[in-house]
């Protein structure tokens, strides 16, 4: 809800500025002007008391030290009626009252040894207390009190504040009507200036004009509409420029995502070519018993088919047996019918491992499938080792500690290229045999893959360093320097992360963390 209180307008702010100002100005001005006027009339006062105390002194003088009490009290009355004295009291040296004009609110203590005029205001009456000793060739013939009215003064002090404070609210009134025009006069634009300023930030390029003038908000106005029509026409090529950044980016995007297809492809070409005797190595094993199974089959085979053939022979007599039973001794028929079953069995592992292989090889190949599906990390780990085992069999031990972890969201076949990357990377950095291993074990909500290695090491200047595209310490010929940068792309596509500690001399871990499902 919006609030409408003076504090929240500019007007309000000045208003409430000057009328505070102007108030405390005018507070001080009557307190000091009642301060002045109260000084005087004390002031005056006090005046006052010094010149009637020695009149009335020189007049009790004589009938005190006579003891003639009557005209002390004719003294007092007299005195009394005519210089606004509240009471007169005398007392004599012993301190006992001798005469006295007035109601005396308050008990006269005794006084001696007065060592002159005293002056004081009483603390809850208007009046000032004034004691003076009667005096006669040095010697204290008694004491005169006496009590001067201050109710005028503070009628006066009172008048003066009354009036000031009336004069003040007036002005103050008045003040307050001539800023409040005078800000409303300065702000008159300020409330379309805000409408227009709101239609913009809502989206508004071209709010309706705000009034202009010679005046600095009038300047103000003029300032506001040029810059909104500026803005209208800077905004409209903006959005033409967009319009047209987008479609480019739209053609980068597909021309980097058809490049980086691309070097993921090339790279794995070129990792199954580094692999490629080493797979027909793994394939021609198998193929080498198959094919000397099958030519002990086709032995056997023949003379099977001999031996059938001499039982077709139709023959009498008892010869008929004992002929076959050395023909059978003959070709071994026995031992054919008991080694063909274990023939047959080795020659399909042997297919079977085959095939494996190249469906392995398929697998790792295929360009077709790059979508995210749920995958088991070990094995692609073990169909990936089917693939680089013979790159590692003849310069390391291969040691597997795979623990049971949750399947990952990837990409089978990418993730396959940066565990090919590790290992062959592995075995390339053995100078002499070593031993490479590789973990697996879940960390939290995510899958570790380690794989470590005893080979040559890397110094930190290297190691800064290899993920960089065409960054490479292989010789010419060896290394396109796009394995772990490719390794690196990878895992930050799977939202994962990759990490490699390393020393030389003892060898290098590198760390991949992946995201379960």
């Not at 010679?214 to 003029?222: A, S």
Request: hydrophobic share 40%; glycine share 8%; net charge negative.
């Amino acid at each position: 809800m919006r609030r409408l209180g003076l504090w929240h307008t500019v007007r309000g702010r000045l208003l409430l500025l000057a009328i505070g100002v102007e108030l405390l100005m005018l507070s001080v001005l009557v307190a000091n002007s009642a301060r002045l006027l109260y000084s005087a009339m004390t002031q005056q006062t006090v005046w006052h008391a010094h010149q009637i105390a020695p009149v009335l002194n020189a007049a009790l003088t004589a009938p005190l030290a006579q003891r003639d009490l009557a005209t002390v009290q004719a003294v007092l009355d007299e005195s009394r009626s005519t210089d606004d004295l509240l009471y007169l009291l005398v007392v004599d040296r012993q301190g006992m009252l001798v005469a006295s004009s007035g109601v005396v609110a308050d008990k006269v203590q005794k006084l001696t040894n007065s060592e002159g005029f005293r002056l004081r205001q009483h603390p809850e009456l208007s009046r000032y207390d004034v004691t003076v000793p009667i005096m006669q060739s040095g010697q204290q013939l008694g004491v005169l009190h006496f009590g001067l009215d201050l109710t005028r003064i503070f009628h006066a002090r009172r008048l003066l504040l009354t009036q000031g404070v009336g004069i003040a609210a007036v002005e103050l009134v008045l003040s307050s009507l001539v800023l409040l025009l005078i800000g409303f006069w300065l702000t008159r634009h300020l409330g379309a200036l805000t409408k227009a300023s709101l239609e913009v930030a809502a989206g508004n390029l071209t709010p309706s004009a705000v009034p202009e003038g010679p005046d600095d908000i009038g300047q103000l106005g003029t300032a506001f509409n040029t810059m909104s029509r500026v803005i209208s026409e800077r905004i409209q090529e903006l959005e033409e420029l967009n319009r047209t950044l987008e479609q480019r980016v739209q053609e980068e995007v597909g021309k980097n995502r058809q490049k980086d297809a691309f070097m993921l492809q090339q790279d794995k070409l070129a990792s199954i070519g580094q692999l490629a005797a080493g797979v027909a190595h793994e394939i021609n094993n198998p193929m080498g018993f198959i094919m000397s199974n099958l030519s002990t089959l086709k032995e056997y085979g023949d003379a099977l088919t001999s031996y059938h053939r001499a039982l077709d022979v139709p023959q009498r007599g008892p010869g008929k047996s004992s002929g076959c039973q050395e023909l059978a001794q003959e070709l071994d028929i026995p031992y054919i019918l008991e080694d063909m079953q274990p023939l047959i069995v080795e020659s399909l592992e042997g297919a079977e491992r085959v095939k494996r292989i190249v469906q392995n090889l398929k697998d790792f190949a295929r360009i077709d499938e790059n979508r995210f599906v749920d995958g088991d990390l070990n094995q692609l780990i073990q169909s990936t080792i089917n693939i680089v085992r013979n790159e590692i069999k003849y310069v390391a031990d291969l040691e597997l500690h795979l623990g049971e972890v949750p399947q990952i969201r990837c990409i089978p076949q990418q993730i396959n290229q940066v565990i090919t990357n590790l290992l062959v990377n592995a075995a390339q950095a053995m100078d002499t045999r070593g031993r490479i291993t590789i973990t697996t074990r879940q960390e939290g909500d995510k899958v570790l893959l380690e794989v470590r290695d005893t080979g040559c090491g890397m110094t930190e200047e290297v190691r800064v360093k290899i993920f960089e595209p065409f960054f490479t310490t292989k010789d010419v010929g060896k290394g396109t320097g796009l394995g772990l940068a490719i390794c690196y792309d990878i895992i930050q596509k799977h939202q994962g992360e990759i990490e490699v500690e390393s020393k030389p001399g003892t060898g290098t871990v590198f760390k991949v963390w992946l995201p379960v499902v």
